[in-house]
């Protein structure tokens, strides 16, 4: 059975970084495709990031130039790193991938920016 695992995450101010990683376990297949999705209170869970087949990269408006997503390329890891964070980067942050209309979800990690 395939998990999720984050790992990252935690209470920074506004202008600090954090990272996220993420390994999916229980897998036989190298996955194409990881991302990185959030909620925020009261809102409904968005793509932030996500690291395609050849390492190709696609990002929420509100990161780009700000977050880096990156895949390990023989294993199912997927990294965040999270620069200049704001209070509107706050929310829980979950790490998906998907095989043949299957999706997988991580548990989520909180990350809180205080301004």
């Known amino acids: 059975q395939v998990q999720l695992v984050e790992s990252g995450g935690g209470l920074v101010q506004a202008g600090g970084s954090l990272s996220l990683s993420c390994l999916a376990s229980?897998?036989?297949?190298?996955?194409?495709?990881m991302a990185w999705y959030r909620q925020a209170p009261g809102k409904e869970r968005e793509l932030v990031a996500l690291?395609?087949?050849?390492?190709?990269?696609k990002y929420a408006d509100s990161v780009k130039g700000r977050f880096t997503v990156s895949k390990h390329k023989a294993k199912n890891y997927v990294y965040l790193q999270m620069n200049s964070l704001k209070p509107e980067d706050t929310g829980v942050y979950y790490c998906?991938?998907?095989?043949?209309?299957?999706?997988?979800w991580g548990q989520g990690t909180q990350v809180t920016v205080s301004s």
């Open positions: 690291v395609g087949r050849g390492g190709s990269t």
């Open positions: 229980g897998s036989k297949i190298l996955f194409d495709s």
């Open positions: 998906y991938t998907g095989f043949r209309a299957i999706e997988y």
